[in-house]
T-cell receptor
């Protein structure tokens, strides 16, 4: 099946720094990718939809200036957590759908990135 | 009311037991349905799609009841390796496609 790769898998940073997370579709083109955040023992929460060549669509309550999304190519989307604070510590996961299989097919997930802000 | 609701769990069952998870959805525009499995500190992975006719994959059986807006997952002969969180996932078609995740049901299978 399709593969989505996410990097880094784990990052620890100091408060106030920015962290970039990459999400790549390895064997298909993804015009749309999704970014989720998951806190311990909670479900995935959609943060934003990343659109290739245009602005991302953010969910209510998600600060677009805090979580910068860039989708510059059909296989790469990046999420930058700017001026990270301890409350941003979470598990960030990206996903994409291989649209050649239709709009309602399986979502493929990256391996996730665990961010710890000290 | 949440768009997708699942049994809160956790479910604690012995090896070999049969366990059933339920999921209800509220939006009639729901078009596609899936069960995903998520292991601790890992990404979700597709377990199986859910069809109105019902589908089975080994020890796993999924059912969809559109009239009742209800989805189920049955696991027979539980294994220790089945311990995970099971996520009910629904795709809405409301002009655009939107994926909604249930909160997940945690399963612990014990020897």
């Amino acid at each position: 099946g399709a593969v989505v790769s996410q990097h880094p898998s784990r990052v620890i940073c100091k408060s106030g720094t920015s962290v970039k997370i990459e999400c790549r579709s390895l064997d298909f083109q993804a015009t749309t990718m999704f970014w989720y955040r998951q806190f311990p023992k909670q479900s995935l929460m959609l943060m934003a939809t990343s659109n290739e060549g245009s602005k991302a669509t953010y969910e209510q309550g998600v600060e677009k200036d805090k979580f910068l999304i860039n989708h510059a190519s059909l296989t790469l989307s990046t999420l930058t957590v700017t001026s990270a604070h301890p409350e941003d510590s979470s598990f960030y996961i990206c996903s994409a759908r291989d649209l050649s299989q239709g709009n309602t097919g399986e979502l493929f997930f990256g391996e996730g990135s665990r961010l710890t802000v000290l | 009311r949440k768009e997708v609701e699942q049994d809160p769990g956790p479910f604690n069952v012995p090896e070999g037991a049969t366990v059933a998870f339920n999921c209800t959805y509220s939006n009639s525009a729901s078009q596609s349905f899936f069960w995903y499995r998520q292991d601790c500190r890992k990404e979700p992975k597709l377990l199986m799609s859910v069809y109105s006719s019902g589908n089975e994959d080994g020890r796993f059986t999924a059912q969809l009841n559109r009239a009742s807006q209800y989805i189920s997952l049955l696991i027979r002969d539980s294994k220790l390796s089945d311990s995970a969180t099971y996520l009910c996932v629904v795709i809405l078609n409301t002009g655009g496609f939107k994926t909604i995740f249930g909160a997940g049901t945690r399963l612990f299978v014990k020897a």
